[in-house]
């Protein structure tokens, strides 16, 4: 990944203080730390944002979509601890920037936005960070991306009532998948393990609030109020 220009340098700050308040959170694993000190949130975040990016909080990123709350990005990147060897599946692209930091960690990444324009700027800022081990594709990320499964590791950043038939069938044996699971009102964020063809399930933290899922897995129409 490229280095800061010199006009960037006054994100240094804030961005070493919300390390350090992911670290207190209990994120100890110094390659996870590392990617966030080498991604910098603001340019994934629009511009008139960019005094926030280093809050720990979700922000807006257009078409009605928010940026996850940094500890809880920390979070997924913990349990799902990618590896150099392994390719990963996220399923809701939004800024891009939490595929940055698992693009830090995994060989490579396979990420799955239904917003052609959240798409199209994540794939700008990636691009202008020098982020080479990342393919997009737009379209519904509920039945994965067949092409490239299977997958040690699936990230799911949107709400779903279920786990979705497809993702579960293109993760990989050993593999782990991550995503809120509930009701549109609240979730709990799921651990899903596969090992010899046997699934199992783990709550890994409760009281969680992300955007629904849309598309052929998830929450039928009249139930989110006709949300296209
Ligand atoms: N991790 C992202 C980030 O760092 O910006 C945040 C993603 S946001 C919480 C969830 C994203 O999932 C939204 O951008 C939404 O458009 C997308 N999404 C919802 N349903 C989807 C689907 N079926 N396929 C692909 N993306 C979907």
Request: net charge neutral; aromatic share 6%; proline share 7%.
């Amino acid at each position: 990944m490229r280095e800061a220009p010199q006009d960037e340098r006054r994100f240094v700050g804030p961005r070493r203080r919300l390390i350090e308040l992911i670290r207190d959170r209990g994120i100890q694993d110094l390659e996870i730390l590392q990617a966030f000190d080498r991604v910098p949130r603001h340019r994934f975040v629009p511009e008139g944002m960019w005094h926030r990016a280093y809050e720990d909080a979700p922000l807006p990123i257009g078409w009605g979509q928010t940026t996850s709350q940094p500890s809880l990005q920390a979070l997924y990147l913990s349990v799902l601890r990618p590896r150099a060897h392994e390719q990963i599946l996220e399923v809701g692209t939004g800024s891009g920037y939490l595929t940055a930091l698992l693009a830090c960690l995994a060989g490579r990444v396979y990420s799955v936005e239904r917003i052609r324009e959240l798409s199209k700027r994540a794939r700008k800022a990636l691009d202008a960070l020098g982020v080479m081990n990342v393919a997009l594709l737009v379209g519904d990320g509920s039945i994965g991306w067949r092409k490239y499964a299977p997958f040690h590791g699936i990230v799911v950043t949107a709400a779903s009532p279920a786990i979705p038939p497809a993702l579960l069938e293109q993760l990989a044996d050993g593999g782990r998948m991550l995503l809120p699971l509930g009701t549109l009102e609240a979730q709990e964020l799921v651990l899903v393990q596969k090992e010899g063809g046997e699934v199992t399930t783990q709550t890994v933290q409760s009281g969680c609030t992300f955007v629904p899922l849309l598309g052929r897995f998830a929450w039928p129409d009249e139930v989110r109020g006709g949300e296209r």
